[in-house]
């Protein structure tokens, strides 16, 4: 029933972006929600504006905000649930922990991937049982990130997926539909940053234009320490970061996506690409690639820091016809619609429902 306010929602977030915005403002356009969001500051080399957020109703900043302070504010708020970016933050737990106690619902959100190192199994076995005093639930990204929540012991229905999607339709785009000529460009876009893997898509760019007749331009759009990387190498372009609602058409103008990481946990950056319609290179760390990338289909994926794969790679997505490239592209976006921010909302939704007394 539109026109009061039926559920308030606490976000414990991390860093604010452009794609948690976009399942904020599907979730406050299409349910009778209010919101409270902790953030903390903007990265450096991820300097999203966050002047437009006008889906949270109570933003708070977390430059090292005391357990007391936030949770007087939530207190204050009253909310019906509790999101919590991850569980890294140890005043986050313990707000969290305070307010299952006294049975609110509580959310873990999580991108991470089981990799059974030491760090996952001391919390496998250490923290387990701390983890479930503060949770009922995690959300998690991916097919990966849900075998580290079995894992922590949630499983079943206190175990869900789908916790990132991209601004949908901002970036959508069918290219067999719009679309009629070849774009000779690889497009980079994210942080500068060692994890990253910079160095092996620009080793490898330069082996692609070495066996290739005629190279394809590749475009970088980020910000980071290691900008130096791409100074002075042919056939590259810096755009520097680019705000989120200029990525699109960026996108649309290019050929094919490439994300070289060593590590990945998630790549909300693949879906904004698939959705874009672009075939795409990736390694295989990212978690996103295991839902969106199909080998051969609609792009390929490559070991990490594998220069030689990643060149060839990149050769046979150059050598496609128009036809065949625009056939790529048209299947990453339909594989792009597995993940949208009405799903996320009405995912958040039917979780708070099924644990609700209200009506609705």
């Known amino acids: 029933m539109k026109g009061r306010i039926l559920y308030k929602i606490a976000f414990l977030y991390s860093r604010l972006s452009g794609y948690f915005q976009a399942c904020l403002r599907t979730l406050k356009s299409t349910y009778d929600v209010r919101t409270l969001v902790y953030h903390f500051p903007t990265s450096e080399n991820a300097p999203f504006k966050n002047d437009n957020y006008s889906s949270i109703d109570l933003k708070h900043l977390n430059d090292n905000a005391s357990y007391k302070e936030i949770l007087n504010n939530l ?25 299952k106690k ?27 049982g701390y983890l479930h005093s503060c949770f009922d639930y995690f959300w998690v990204a991916g097919e990966r990130q849900k075998a580290f929540a079995h894992k922590l ?8 997926t789908g916790i990132y999607s991209c601004d949908w339709e901002s970036f959508a785009f069918d290219p ?47 910000k980071g320490p290691n900008a130096y990387l791409l100074n002075g190498k042919i056939g590259i372009e810096n755009r520097g970061f680019v705000q989120p609602d200029k990525l699109p058409s960026i996108m649309r103008k290019s050929g ?47 070991q990490p820091g594998n220069v030689n794969q990643l060149s060839r790679q990149m050769l046979k997505i150059e050598r496609l016809e128009t036809t065949d490239l625009q056939l790529m592209g048209h299947r990453s976006y339909e594989l792009s619609k597995q993940f949208t921010p009405s799903l996320w909302a009405d995912t958040l939704m039917e979780i708070l429902k099924s644990n609700s007394n209200y009506e609705t």
Not at 75 to 99: N, T
Not at 108 to 127: G, P
Request: aromatic share 12%; hydrophobic share 40%.
């Open 256 to 302: 094919a996506f490439v994300l070289p990481s060593k590590q990945e946990p998630w790549g909300v950056v693949i879906h904004e690409a698939t959705s874009a319609g672009l075939p795409i290179l990736c390694s295989d760390s990212a978690g996103a690639a295991v839902h969106l990338v199909r080998d051969g289909y609609n792009g390929h994926v490559f």
């Open 75 to 99: 207190k204050i708020f009253s909310p019906d649930v509790i999101l919590v970016s991850g569980w890294m933050d140890k005043e986050y737990l313990k707000v969290a922990r305070h307010f």
């Open 153 to 160: 012991g949630f499983n079943g229905n206190s175990c869900l």
């Open 176 to 222: 067999l539909k719009n679309d009629s000529k070849k774009k000779n460009t690889f497009l980079y876009t994210g942080r500068y940053v060692d994890i990253k893997g910079l160095d092996t898509l620009i080793e490898a760019y330069q082996e692609y234009r070495m066996i290739s007749k005629n190279p394809w331009k590749l475009i970088f759009a980020g």
């Open 102 to 128: 006294r049975n609110v619902l509580t959310i873990a959100m999580s991108d991470a991937q089981w990799q059974n190192n030491l760090k996952q199994n001391f919390i496998r076995f250490v923290l387990k």
